[in-house]
Each structure stands twice: as C-alpha cells, then as structure tokens.
C-alpha cells in the first residue's frame, strides 16, 4: 500500500492548497491513505472544528495535531468525537482524545493501519516520554497490525532522530513534524524496515517564515518585541513524503519527499529508499 503524509497545514492557505491540489497528488502518488499534522490550520496556530472537518472534506483521511492541538477550546469536546483526529500520546491522560487510533481501509479489503501522534519534550512543553509512550502502544497495537505509522512532532533534529533509531524495524515509518522546513534525510533504516524523515515540511506559503508573515518575525528577532503573527499568502507549497509499505509484513520500501507548487504545473518528486 501505499500512504501519502503531508507536512503542517498553515491556515487558510494551507486549507486552499488541499483543496486545489490534493487529488493530484494522491492520483500521481497512487495513494492509498493520506495523513496531515493539522496543528496551525486555524489561522496559522491551533485547530478548530471547521479547520478539521475543512481537511477531512478535503481528502485528509487522518489528522494528526502537537503541542498547539489545544489553543482552541472549541476543540476539546470534538477531539473525543472524531477518531480520525489524533492528539500526541504522551499529553497527561485526562486530556480530551486520543493518541493512537486503528484505521481500515475500505478499498484494500479493510487493511489496517496504525497512526501512533507522538510530540517530543526538548524545547516545548513538558511532555510524558515520548519513547516510553511508544512502547506502551506498540504493546497493545503489534498484534492488530503490522503497518503503524508514527508522527514525531518535535522541535530538535536529535530527538527525532533518535525516535527514529529506537522505533526501527518496530514501525513502518517515522515522520518528524513541527518545524515546517523539509529536510533531505529521507530513507529506509538500515538493518531495519523503517521509513524515515527528520520533517515533512508544511502546506503553507514559501515566502514566509515557517508560514507566518516574514515582516513580524523580523522585527520580533530585531526588537526583542511581541508581534501580532499573521499567516502569509503568496508562493504556497505542499510538502510531505510518499511511503510505500509490503500490506503483509508492514516493511517500508520506499520513500520519497513531495513538493508541489500550488499555482504552477510544478512538481518535484524527490526519491530515495
């Protein structure tokens, strides 16, 4: 099979580009299932009710979130109601909704497929272990289904390295998210079976800085001062990576970054496996 993750989604933006190219995407890719971290959908931070439902309408099969997940309370009672929107794990567990779901899918026979959302502690909030929490679920999902798909929503390049190493051959792909720039280390683990990317990259405007209008980022950096930050417009790109996966044994075999521009016949298929 084979599964199409798409970096951060930024805002309105983001939300368009989905909505123009997706289906392109998912046809060249031939994909079977598609996953987003859709943590900055609501107005570049944050997720809502409609930003979700405007990514599941959009094609997004699962939505994975990080540590902004809860900055729109509209959200919490939802989290507990939609199973295709995931939390990281390793929040505390009385917080709304879950951190790992099983998903079938319907046109390969109800093949099933885990999505593990993991969120890393080094620079952002304090978080329980991300390694241990994986471990817990691995305990209660190996037996359901050898294909499990793990975002690593982190901040440092070390830690999601890291999660990478510890979880190879354990799990068919580890996806780092959260920084919104997409790295070149795409590969398939050696001595093991795993599909790796230190970030996706992100559904946003290039001519930004991480998606956020490059104006305020610069004063902030050269006054020292808060900024309204506000989601940029122009030059919109869809980042992410396609992974192909054995249905039996849940091995990676390849995988290859994404990049599509939004408003031109442009698009970059970069492979590595």
Known sequence: ?????????IGKPGRNALRKKLDHIVRQNEADMVIANGENSAGGIGISI????????AGIDVVTTGNHVFKKREIYDFMDEEPRLLKPANYPPDTPGRGYNIY????????????????GRVFIDNFDCPFRTANRILE??????????????????????????????RVSAVIG???HIQTADERILPGG?????????????????IGVKKENIIEKFITGMPQKFTVAKNDVWINGVAIDIDERSGK???????????DEEHDIWSSRG
């Open 193 to 209: 079976t795993t599909a790796y990317i230190t970030d996706a990259g992100m559904v946003g405007p290039r001519d930004s800085v």
């Open 50 to 57: 409609k930003t979700c439902k405007s990514l599941l309408e």
């Open 1 to 9: 099979m084979k599964v199409l993750f798409l970096g951060d989604v």
């Open 252 to 262: 990676a075999r390849e995988i290859k970054r994404i990049n599509c521009e939004v």
């Open 140 to 169: 209660h999902i190996e037996k359901e289904t050898p294909i499990i798909i793990v975002d690593m929503h982190a901040e440092v390049t070390s830690e999601k390295v890291a999660m990478g190493w510890f979880l190879n051959g």
């Open 104 to 119: 079938e899918i319907e046109k390969l026979g109800g093949l099933k497929v885990a999505v593990i959302n993991l969120c």
């Open 177 to 179: 998210t959260h920084t």
